[in-house]
């Protein structure tokens, strides 16, 4: 039984228990550190730790995967009975490497039958390492090797792997801290499994009360988030619609215009609105002082609370619920609304009656986004909350502040997650078994309707104004960074550039001395690490969901989607919560925080892969297969080459949103990890707005450059093809479906 | 409502630069079916959505029961139209999709439910109310759109070809559906289709059109017996276009000689000399080449079951024939005579210029 996957990833599986440090090193594996140190401490491989470290525990895994290789050839002729020991062998290998991980506590054993057999130990093992991670994988693949090889995915290694893989990544970075999370808000102080504390972490008045209904000071962060939540979503669906009817439904000349400005909430860090704001409503912003001046109007401070994160908010969402919007009302069949009108519908009618019943998909879709996005969203919340708390800012300052509830912050999660499940859930419900689009291929084609005069004029009485206003906004948000002082001082100045991206020629060359050059080139390296695996991994999971079939499929496909769904925040949370303590300790690593951002974005490469793909016709495929390719060399010579556009958006998308975000990374940066958004969020926080806002505006048109430079390059390259998505397009969509 | 003329008085329909409709005008008798026939691309669905009110004329008049509605909306006007992709509301049941057109707008209907139901009996619907349109048949889809058109009781009937989605025997039984349902109801129906089968199948007149214009109107019995031009000629059915001599006779007939035969044809106003013809393949008998007036070769033969189509190469050019003589088919290379039925035979007059 030799072929060369087999031998691969045998080979694969013995570099990391004889060469490769088995443990996790302190400095990384890419330091030559662990060459020089010999093997001491964790710099040893396996053998060495099982030998003379006295971890006689790991033997077994050297073992397990020696049978891989060795057993079945002996298992007899029969391909299956081999395929079958070998299936056995790895499984076994991997549920053993990861669990005497897990069996080993801070403490020593925390499974006390394995103290019995490999005697006591009193101190934990560090967490796993290189070598270990290499020992899983070969196991993995091993395992699904065999699978193939008793025929399941149609015998397709390549297949096999895929699937297998992809599940196991999901399952470690998605399922794994969900369900962390979800164990530590039911466990008490000690560490033992206790409903009581649950209940009474999550059902206090601090979270649920409605002291402001009876006009107390406060409701509780829970029902704050909600209505805060919900107000943002009916806002910014409603303006969205608006402007997509503007855009297709009427000859309003700026339609370009519009078009942009959507795409601004993708390449903004998300509280560069909430900045604005205040630059322009805050207490010293210029409309109170110009009021003052005018009117002798005493300023104050209404911009910080409820009213200021909802305005912030829309300002932000808005445009995503457009980008989802648009893309409905443009499919909204012209001939359905000329049947109407030769059934006597007039304009109104027919609009009332059919358009707007068969947007409701994309109308429901963009209350979901944005209500997901509102609930997620953290940057404003703590720019312009004052004493308004949410969710998000209270997970956080259960993590980070005095109280370093670990506990009380995971509940909060929960109930955070609870939110976002139900409206996924909810929205479901509301579209119910009906159908939305036109049924037949073969259709006539019609003009679209013009809005009756009366939408059209409600459309542009909200719309425009809220346009103007964004860009007032986005104006006061880069002009801030020119000025000395905002409210008090506008002399002109450069100073908080200087301060924030300084650079001197030193004895040594170059020397960055701006104080945001480290984050700066932190998360520009880390997020163009994190885009490519993210793409590849999304086309990857939306290949084998479009293109094979195998028990599970609809499983995996949830898989895939359901970071989707998760808020930021929680995922920050559930991510410290399950990779904080061996075996699995890699918070306050480069690591998590690209692996955060993989898998955040993975379901929006997913969709993308899967919107394209659905759009080659499966017959390619199978010519292929029938011209004697498997898996891997269709997907590379066929697909990939007409999945480019799909593949460069998602790549964009994921660059730019890993550049960007900041609710999941403020829990994770550590000293030497930081990134640009957290950095920026501790400036304002400390009042520093003038470096904040300077930062911000870099990183807005470097992001400019960024997508117009690869549109560019895109745009080059489709002229001599035909029937690809429009590059601008995918990176408008992917934007809309986004949380 | 009863059903109503139309008229279209020099009406023009220019996209842009494109001509949709050049300066056309016709009439359509009430409670009749007329066809529109043409090739794709020629204006017929222009036409359509002119009468619907869906577009407006860049130039002439639209009249419909003597009234002029030229400026007036879809859905002002007293027409109906069945889409060809059925254009059934997805979010909407069947019922609700009956009985839009009499809950929408100002005319509400009181009893529109029980309206909606006899217009689904009339198509044979009853008992799908609660379904919705992706849960029918294609056959059942158009069904619908034509109950959702009828139940308004228009005083004009349109079908945007309707049967195009429609696999071939569906097909059939559909369109003497539509022609029983019209002459029951009376209606004035307008109809498009490329097919000119089911054209002469369904209709009271059929108007050809080509590129833009009109090409000839008229009952479907004139159209295939006195073609205006070859372009109708070769579009009412399979013609062969040969030369050949003409002589007149008499004010009516004359003498037309294709090579060695010599047949007595209506000549149609034509002068003397050499004219175009058109010869139905089924005026083509195939016989022994003893005595015949032209001698040919079988070039090709091919069996359809109920007939055998030929392909005979002549002096005058290959001509294609049809043979209902199934049992003694001629071999391919065999020389047989050719013999051609005066009735099968039209002197066409020159194209047009345009
Ligand atoms: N909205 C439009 N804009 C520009 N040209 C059009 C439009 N609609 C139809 N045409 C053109 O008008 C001509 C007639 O179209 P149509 O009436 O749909 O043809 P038919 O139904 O006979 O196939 C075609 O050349 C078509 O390209
Ligand atoms: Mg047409």
Redesign the pocket.
């Known amino acids: 039984m030799r072929d060369r996957p087999l031998v691969a990833w045998f080979a694969v599986g013995c570099a990391g228990i004889a060469i490769l440090p088995w443990y996790a090193l302190a400095d990384s594996i890419f330091s030559s550190g662990w060459l020089v140190r010999g093997f001491t401490g964790e710099n040893a491989p396996l053998w060495w730790q099982a030998w003379a470290h006295g971890r006689a525990w790991l033997w077994p895994v050297a073992a397990l995967l020696v049978a891989c290789i060795a057993w079945p050839p002996r298992a007899g002729g029969s391909r299956r009975r081999q395929a079958n020991a070998l299936i056995v062998f790895a499984a076994a290998g991997f549920v053993f490497t990861l669990g005497q991980g897990f069996a080993i506590g801070p403490r020593g054993w925390s499974v006390d039958a394995a103290a019995a057999w490999f005697g006591p130990i009193t101190t934990g093992q560090p967490g796993m390492g290189t070598g270990a991670a290499m020992a899983l994988a070969s196991f993995a693949m091993l395992f699904s090797l065999g699978l193939a090889r008793r025929g399941a995915f149609k015998g397709d290694g390549f297949v096999a792997g895929s699937v297998v893989s992809v599940t196991l990544a999901v399952a470690l970075f998605t399922f794994f801290p969900v369900v962390r999370i979800l164990a530590s808000a039911f466990e008490d102080t000690a560490g033992a499994w206790s409903a009581g504390a649950f209940a009474q972490r999550a059902f206090t008045g601090k979270i649920w009360g409605l002291g402001c209904l009876g006009g107390g000071t406060r409701c509780g962060v829970a029902w704050n988030t909600l209505a805060l939540a919900l107000a943002c979503a009916t806002a910014c669906t409603a303006l969205g619609l608006a402007f997509a009817l503007i855009v297709t439904r009427s000859a309003f000349r700026y339609k370009r215009a519009l078009r942009v400005l959507s795409v601004l909430p993708i390449i903004t860090p998300p509280f560069v609105i909430g900045l604005g704001l205040i630059l322009l409503f805050g207490r010293s912003g210029l409309v109170n002082q110009f009021l003052e001046l005018a009117f002798g109007v005493v300023p104050t401070r209404w911009i910080y609370g409820f009213q200021g994160v909802l305005l912030a908010q829309v300002f932000a969402f808005t445009p995503i619920a457009f980008l989802v919007l648009i893309g409905v009302v443009e499919g909204v069949s012209p001939t359905m609304e000329e049947a109407a009108q030769t059934l006597r519908a007039d304009r109104w009618a027919t609009f009332t009656t059919v358009s707007l019943p068969l947007m409701r998909p994309g109308l429901a879709n963009a209350f979901l986004i944005s209500f997901i996005e509102s609930i997620a969203d953290f940057g404003n919340p703590i720019v312009l909350g004052g004493n308004f708390g949410v969710l998000s800012t209270e997970v956080f300052f259960s993590v980070v502040g005095a109280q370093l509830d670990q506990g009380r912050a995971a509940t909060l999660g929960l109930i955070l997650l609870g939110f976002a499940l139900a409206a996924f859930f909810l929205q479901r419900r509301a579209l119910g078994r009906r159908v939305y689009t036109a049924l037949s291929g073969k259709g006539d084609?019609g003009?679209p309707t013009p809005l009756p005069d009366a939408a059209r004029r409600a459309c542009y009485a909200v719309a425009l104004p809220w346009a103007a206003l964004t860009i007032v906004i986005y104006a006061m948000a880069l002009a801030g960074g020119f000025v000395e002082t905002w409210g008090r001082d506008y002399t002109p100045t450069l100073r908080h550039y200087v301060k924030a991206f300084g650079v001197e020629w030193g004895a040594h060359g170059l020397l960055w001395t701006g104080a945001a050059w480290n984050s700066f080139w932190t998360t520009v390296r880390l997020s163009a690490i994190a885009a490519p695996l993210t793409a590849a991994l999304g086309i990857l999971a939306a290949w084998l969901i479009t293109r094979q079939r195998f028990v599970g499929r609809s499983a995996f496909e949830f898989g895939t989607m359901l970071s989707f769904a998760i808020p930021g925040t929680v995922i920050g949370v559930s991510y410290i919560l399950a990779f904080n303590v061996p075996p699995l300790e890699i918070t306050g690593t480069a690591i998590i925080l690209v692996v955060c951002n993989v898998f955040r974005n993975m379901p929006v490469g997913v969709r993308a892969g899967m919107a394209s793909m659905s759009q080659i016709d499966a017959s390619l495929d199978e010519a292929s297969g029938t011209l004697g390719a498997r898996g891997w060399t269709t997907l590379r010579t066929i697909l990939l080459p007409l999945l480019r556009p799909a593949i460069v958006a998602a790549l964009v998308y994921s660059f730019v949103r890993a550049m960007t975000t900041l609710s999941a990374v403020i829990f994770l940066v550590s000293a030497e990890y930081e990134w640009a958004t957290t950095y920026i969020i501790n400036r304002v926080v400390n009042g520093d707005y003038g470096v904040a806002i300077a930062y911000s505006s870099v990183l807005i048109v470097l992001m400019v450059v960024v997508i117009a430079l690869i549109g560019w390059l895109v745009g080059e390259r489709r002229l001599g093809r035909r029937g690809a998505a429009a590059p601008g397009r995918g990176v408008g969509q992917l934007g809309g479906s986004a949380a | 409502m009863a059903a109503a003329t139309i008229e279209f008085d020099g009406v023009v329909k220019r996209?842009?630069d494109?001509v949709?409709v050049r300066e056309t005008a016709f009439r359509v008798e009430a409670g009749t079916l007329t066809t529109l026939l043409?090739p794709?691309?020629?204006?017929?669905?222009?036409?359509l959505r002119l009468i619907a009110g869906l577009e407006l004329p860049s130039a002439g008049r639209i009249r419909i029961g003597g009234e002029d509605v030229t400026e007036r909306s879809a859905a002002e006007r007293d027409v109906s139209m069945v889409f060809q992709s059925y254009a059934l509301f997805p979010h909407m049941t069947v019922l609700e999709n009956v009985r839009y057109g009499l809950t929408v707008g100002r005319r509400r209907t009181p009893d529109a439910d029980a309206r909606a139901r006899e217009a689904m009996g009339t198509v044979g619907l009853t008992g799908y109310d609660e379904r919705l349109p992706s849960e029918l048949s294609g056959g059942q889809q158009q069904r619908v759109a034509v109950a959702r058109a009828l139940v308004l009781e228009p005083a004009v009937l349109l079908f945007d070809e309707p049967l195009s989605n429609l696999d071939a025997r569906l097909r059939r039984q559909m369109r003497e559906e539509i022609r029983e349902l019209q002459q029951r109801l009376a209606l004035t129906v307008v109809y498009?289709t490329h097919d000119q089968a089911e054209a002469m199948a369904v209709s009271d007149r059929i108007i050809v059109?080509n590129r833009?214009v009109v090409a000839q109107e008229g009952t479907p019995r004139e159209l295939y017996e006195r073609p205006r031009d070859a372009f109708v000629a070769g579009f009412m059915g399979d013609a062969n276009r040969v030369r050949g001599t003409l002589a007149r006779r008499d004010e009516e007939i004359g003498e037309v000689r294709i090579g060695g035969a010599t047949l007595a044809v209506p000549h149609r106003g034509l002068p003397d000399g050499e004219v175009d013809l058109a010869i139905r393949p089924e005026a083509i008998a195939i016989g022994a080449k003893d005595g015949a007036p032209i001698a040919g070769q079988v070039k090709k033969a091919a069996y359809l079951g109920g007939i055998v189509e030929y392909t005979i190469a002549t002096g005058v050019g290959d001509l294609f024939a049809v043979s209902l003589d199934v049992a003694r088919p001629h071999a391919v290379g065999a020389a047989v005579g050719v013999r051609i039925a005066p009735q099968g035979v039209v002197v066409v007059p020159p194209d047009a210029p345009r």
């Not at chain 2, 794709?40 to 036409?47: A, E, L, N, R």
């Open positions: 084609a003009l | 996209y842009g494109v949709a043409g794709s691309g020629c204006g017929k669905t222009t036409i498009v059109m833009a």
